[in-house]
């Protein structure tokens, strides 16, 4: 798969996606006989893990240590673990914020459709009284 098939296959523009190659958060993409990027199944794996973490919050350096981790191979196991479960809690706290504004905001609206509907009588008393 090339890497405009990728691009639009996981929504992620191009320099997006080399520059996740040359930061080393995917590994080197095969290149064709001409030179260009041949994605393989392998290749979108990590793509489409590296989106999922970045939308998840990770950083890039912590994906960058992840990844170093990988490729050191099951001694790193426990540390790689550690990392995504520390990850793990601020996405939880972020989404409990979210809740939390969430709510808030749903409140917000149900005090304005009160008050809308309100006046909403007032104007048509006004109007029957005319």
Known sequence: MNISEVSK???LSID???YYEKEGLIPPVRRSESGLRDYSEQDCGWVEFIKCMRAAGLSI???RQY???YFKGNRTLQKRKNLLVVEREKLKARIDEMQSTLARLDYKIEMYEGRIVACEKELLKK???K
Do not use: A, F, N, V
């Open 9 to 11: 296959k996981y929504g």
């Open 16 to 18: 997006t996606l080399r």
């Open 61 to 63: 350096d912590t994906l």
């Open 67 to 69: 990844i170093t981790l």
């Open 127 to 129: 109007r029957k009284s």
